[in-house]
């Protein structure tokens, strides 16, 4: 069949240079798990590389017209193309609490979105690689200190390694995007769960970064501290001046004074 045409609304761009998709692929170290699954493969430049790794490859595509050209062209997916929407789709449906990694180009229209739903999920994903726009990449990888850091750095970061590899330049898409790519891999760690309440982990740090120009102390407000935690010294403190060490630490004693 014909070519997939790229869809504004969908946020597609197709990688056409198949030495940045075999980067991609071989990102991955493929240790501790047997399944990969790819987010938006449109016309499967990435996927091509991924099926000649020992693993298994699935695919998970929102536009039908590319769902129809992988099974047209990709004999290999037979049974693994999910035409479903990420954001929205249960790992367990296929997985049932196996291990998988997750890779792909990323539409950048959702692809923070896309962080955070595999966040939800961390407990079964070992390894997250793939392209963002570069500056989402670089987010994602900050340390603090800086106005890129934010939610995303703090809450990737407490369960992964992150790490930037590479900027792709826009020429190698069809059609080119306004910004450049980058391309990152995220290794959980080994002990990768927090020692304090993960649910309340995020709530500390998101409502912190919510008004990251105040001090922890006017910023945490809405969380009804009492006022002896607030004359810690962290407190003195902006969101982005609190290593993921730090912001742990804090729910730490929030939690302990919760009690």
């Known amino acids: 069949m014909e070519k997939v045409k790229a869809k504004k609304h969908l946020g597609q761009h197709f990688l056409k240079d198949e030495s940045i998709a075999k980067a991609i692929a071989d990102t991955l170290n493929l240790e501790g798990y047997q399944n990969v699954l790819e987010i938006g493969p449109g016309m499967g430049v990435l996927t091509k590389y991924l099926l000649e790794k020992p693993v298994t490859t699935y695919v998970i595509e929102i536009d039908q017209e590319s769902v129809a050209y ?17 954001l929205k789709f249960d790992l367990n449906k296929i997985f049932t609490g196996n291990q998988l990694a997750i890779i792909g180009n990323f539409p950048y229209n959702i692809s923070t979105q896309i962080v955070f739903r595999a966040l939800e999920f961390r407990n079964q994903i070992p390894e997250f690689a793939g392209m963002f726009q570069k500056e989402v990449a670089q987010r994602i990888c900050e340390k603090k200190g800086t106005k890129a850091y934010g939610i995303l750095s703090v809450l990737v970061q407490a369960f992964y390694d992150a790490e930037y590899l590479f900027t792709v330049n826009e020429a190698v898409f069809i059609p080119p995007p306004k910004v450049k790519s980058g391309v990152l891999r995220l290794r959980r760690k080994e002990n990768y769960h927090l020692p304090c309440s993960e649910k309340l982990f995020f709530t500390v740090v998101k409502t912190a970064f919510q008004q990251r120009r105040k001090t922890l102390r006017n910023s945490l407000k809405t969380l009804n501290l009492p006022d002896s935690i607030r004359e810690d010294d962290v407190f003195n403190l902006r969101p982005e001046q609190l290593s993921v060490e730090q912001f742990i630490a804090l729910t730490q004693t929030i939690e302990a004074h919760a009690i």
């Open 70 to 86: 992988l099974g047209a062209n990709y004999p290999k997916l037979e049974g693994k193309i999910l035409a479903e929407d990420f």
